[in-house]
Structure formats: C-alpha cells, structure tokens
C-alpha cells in the first residue's frame, strides 16, 4: 500500500532563513503523482504542486523550489528567505495510477514556523 | 463563491446523537472526495464520489459513517451514534474529474466536536 512520511513534525526558523521540508513516499505503482498542500492557521488546505513519477525535473516558483528524486523516493521542498507568511503546516501526498478512487494518501504534515 | 463549501463550520453534539455534514463542490466538478484530519495528523481519506456513485466505500472507518451524493453537487457525510473518537475536522474536496493527476479544490471543513 502507498505511504507518505513526513519525518519533521515541526520545524522552527528565523526570517529570511531557507528551509527544507522533507518527503518520503512508498508505492508499487510505476505511475503516480505527487502533490504538496499548504494548510495555513485559518485551515483550508491550498495546492502548492502536483507532480508526476516520470517528470524528475525540479520546479521553482518564485521562493518555492522541489526536488524529486525517484532513486531515493523523495519529494522535497525549500523554501527560500522565508518569510513569516510562510507560517503553516505542511503537506506532502501521494495519489496512485488507479485515480481518484483512492483519494490522496497524505502525510502527518509539518508545521513550520517562520519567527520575525 | 467559486470554491468549496462546507457546512456547519462548527459542530458540537452528544455521544450517541447523529450528524450530518454537508458539501456543496465547485460547479461543474464530477469527482467529490470526503476526508477527516485528527488533531495534529494528516489526512485520512475516507470516500471517492464520481457523480453520484460511490465506487468503494471501503475508506469509511465503520458502518456508523455513510455518505451519499445527489444531482451530481451537494454531498453530505453522515455519522451516526457518534462517539467521542470521531471528534475531527471533516474536510471535503472536489476536482473536475476523478483522475489521479487532477488537483483536489478543499473546503474549510467542519469541526465536529463530541462531548
């Protein structure tokens, strides 16, 4: 069955500082998609990214950058000076060839705190 | 508004009552997904509509939870003899379609509280 870890439960930087958010997954699928959501204080989730098992290019946007890495099953995000709006949890997520019946297979998330 | 709603925000009700919580999904998206997020964990997925069938409904935590979906729009989520282990944020989400790659739009979720 599919798996996604978020090993970092919470992470705690000072302003202007880079961060790096982590993403484990495990699936048997050879196609499959991976998503990073942003789950501010007031709770609606926001999609950041989606990105599919064949695409290992990264992707930068702005002060956001991901690294995929098939070798190591890694799905990783940074963000770069970041900025107290930053402040959130966090949330990687997996979702299957088999679509959408399986909905999204999300991590515990990790809750990043950018400090002024 | 164009995005997902939910309703009520807030629930609060009794150990052993029922409740039913609501989804009205962006206009025009066939695929509607129900998930629950416990207090500082990730979210569970609970159940997949594609218009109005529900293909597996092998998600659902027990035979307390059902959930339905009419006119291919409005779905409500309903928990029945509730317990206090079901206190969560129910969240909701649609895309325009049920495959894997489309992007799922969240609604604010409800608060279910069980005293």
């Known amino acids: 069955a599919q798996k996604v870890t978020q090993a970092q439960t919470e992470i705690s930087v000072v302003e202007k500082e880079d961060v790096t958010l982590d993403c484990v997954y495990e699936t048997r699928d050879t196609t499959y998609y991976l998503f990073w959501y942003k789950q501010p204080p007031s709770g609606e989730l926001v999609f950041l990214i989606r990105r599919n098992s064949f695409d290992e290019q990264n992707e930068i946007s702005g002060r956001y950058s991901w690294n995929f890495q098939k070798s190591t099953s890694s799905f990783n995000f940074t963000i770069t000076a970041s900025q107290v709006v930053d402040s959130a949890v966090y949330f990687c997520?997996?979702?299957?060839?088999?679509?959408?019946?399986?909905?999204?297979?999300f991590g515990k998330g990790t809750h990043l705190i950018i400090q002024p | 508004g164009a995005g997902v709603s939910q309703s009520p925000s807030n629930k609060v009700t009794e150990k052993g009552k029922d409740v039913e919580l609501r989804c009205d999904p962006i206009?025009?998206?066939?695929?509607l997904y129900w998930y629950r997020q416990r207090l500082g964990q990730g979210l569970e997925f609970l159940i997949y509509?594609?218009?109005?069938?529900?293909?597996?409904k092998s998600g659902l935590p027990s035979d307390r939870f059902s959930a339905e979906r009419t006119g291919e729009s409005v779905s409500t989520l309903t928990i029945q003899r509730t317990q206090q282990e079901d206190s969560a944020v129910y969240l909701c989400?649609?895309?325009?379609?049920?495959?894997?790659?489309?992007?799922?739009?969240f609604g604010p979720g409800t608060r279910l509280t069980v005293l």
């Open positions: 206009s025009g998206h066939t695929a």
């Open positions: 509509f594609q218009g109005n069938s529900a293909p597996d």
């Open positions: 989400a649609s895309s325009s379609s049920g495959l894997s790659y489309n992007e799922q739009f």
């Open positions: 997520a997996l979702s299957e060839a088999r679509g959408g019946a399986d909905g999204l297979t």
